[in-house]
């Protein structure tokens, strides 16, 4: 629990919170200043509060801190153990991360201690050679504005070749995939690094070019906070822009906006919160899950 991305948000907030209070006497809208600005948008509706009602008792009635001392966050074995275990994974190592001073840790787990439900099992080559010079490759052309030439192979088997533009690399967790999103001829492209044949940087830079805009979706969903359902919502659909309100103690409403390109993908990750998450609007979405659910009953039979 307390190695997940919201728990180390959280940390960073009220530190930040607590130097500030060890100097002067904090407000309640500064604190939420603070936390919208460095947490997660969701975050407006439990920090503040916790600080406020004495949940987490480390400010006076004044807004000052009560510890002397900020607090530091110094590696323990476990933690050294889940970042290894991180690092092991072959998608964080085509980043090329250092694992200095992890050399001697034992992973806390391995990849193969997973079994992955409802996903394809065609993913990416992560230990492939070629895949790794590629996808490095990608990686420093975004970086530096670089060119690129690819010759990559299309879905039905055809070669395509262009010169296109990097913008961004993005991961598909339904195909555990990685796709290049580029500029090629004034339009948008996409691109499965895993079908790139050939890559060659060109001398040309360009710097700022903007990948124009994806059509955009939206879908309302009505959660109920059981078994952490509302940090695991947080944790599923933290990369996608979104609104979230709270009703009650246990009922919030989300509207995610998406690419239309990413509906198979939403629509999994919504389908795994069972019947605490249940689709509103609009109405072809829900047709979708309805659809998605009968096929799998059918299958079952």
Same mark, same amino acid.
């Given at each position: 629990?307390?190695?997940?991305?919201?728990?180390?948000?959280?940390?960073?907030?009220?530190? !930040?919170?607590?130097?500030?209070?060890?100097?002067?006497?904090?407000?309640?809208?500064?604190?939420?200043?603070?936390?919208?600005?460095?947490?997660?948008? !969701?975050?407006?509706?439990?920090?503040?509060?916790?600080?406020?009602?004495?949940?987490?008792?480390?400010?006076?009635?004044?807004? /000052?801190?009560?510890?002397?001392?900020?607090?530091?966050?110094?590696?323990?074995?476990?933690?050294?153990?889940?970042?290894?275990?991180?690092?092991?994974?072959?998608?964080?190592?085509?980043?090329?991360?250092?694992?200095?001073?992890?050399?001697?840790?034992?992973?806390?787990?391995?990849?193969?201690?997973?079994?992955?439900?409802?996903?394809?099992?065609?993913?990416?080559?992560?230990?492939?050679?070629?895949?790794?010079?590629?996808?490095?490759?990608?990686?420093?052309?975004?970086?530096?504005?670089?060119?690129?030439?690819?010759?990559?192979?299309?879905?039905?088997?055809?070669?395509?070749?262009?010169?296109?533009?990097?913008?961004?690399?993005?991961?598909?967790?339904?195909?555990?995939?990685?796709?290049?999103?580029?500029?090629?001829?004034?339009?948008?492209?996409?691109?499965?690094?895993?079908?790139?044949?050939?890559? /060659?940087?060109?001398?040309?830079?360009?710097?700022?070019?903007?990948?124009?805009?994806?059509?955009?979706?939206?879908?309302?969903?009505?959660?109920?906070?059981?078994?952490?359902?509302?940090?695991?919502?947080?944790?599923?659909?933290?990369?996608?822009?979104?609104?979230?309100?709270?009703?009650?103690?246990?009922?919030?409403?989300?509207?995610?906006?998406?690419?239309?390109?990413?509906?198979?993908?939403?629509?999994?990750?919504?389908?795994?919160?069972?019947?605490?998450?249940?689709?509103?609007?609009?109405? !072809?979405?829900?047709?979708?899950?309805? !659809?998605?659910?009968?096929?799998?009953?059918?299958?079952?039979?």
């Amino acid at each position: 629990m307390i190695f997940s991305e919201i728990y180390g948000t959280y940390f960073q907030v009220v530190a !930040e919170i607590l130097e500030l209070a060890s100097r002067e006497a904090v407000s309640e809208k500064k604190i939420r200043e603070i936390v919208e600005k460095k947490a997660f948008s !969701e975050s407006v509706l439990s920090i503040p509060a916790a600080l406020k009602d004495g949940r987490w008792p480390l400010l006076d009635e004044d807004g /000052r801190a009560l510890l002397k001392n900020i607090p530091s966050m110094p590696m323990t074995i476990l933690e050294k153990r889940w970042l290894k275990a991180l690092l092991s994974d072959p998608r964080i190592a085509l980043f090329g991360p250092s694992v200095a001073g992890l050399e001697d840790v034992e992973p806390l787990f391995t990849s193969d201690m997973f079994v992955y439900f409802d996903r394809y099992a065609d993913g990416d080559p992560y230990d492939d050679w070629r895949y790794v010079e590629h996808f490095r490759m990608i990686m420093t052309a975004l970086k530096e504005g670089r060119k690129l030439r690819v010759r990559f192979r299309m879905r039905k088997g055809k070669e395509c070749r262009m010169i296109c533009v990097p913008c961004k690399l993005e991961y598909s967790a339904k195909d555990d995939k990685f796709r290049l999103l580029a500029i090629a001829g004034g339009g948008r492209v996409t691109i499965n690094v895993a079908r790139i044949l050939e890559c /060659r940087f060109l001398a040309e830079c360009e710097s700022g070019a903007t990948l124009p805009a994806c059509e955009k979706q939206e879908v309302e969903l009505l959660l109920v906070d059981e078994r952490n359902a509302l940090e695991r919502a947080m944790l599923h659909f933290s990369h996608f822009e979104k609104v979230t309100e709270r009703l009650d103690e246990r009922h919030y409403h989300f509207l995610l906006r998406y690419e239309k390109e990413d509906e198979t993908e939403m629509l999994v990750r919504i389908l795994s919160f069972g019947p605490r998450l249940r689709v509103v609007a609009p109405e !072809e979405f829900v047709e979708r899950i309805r !659809e998605r659910l009968e096929r799998q009953k059918r299958l079952q039979e």
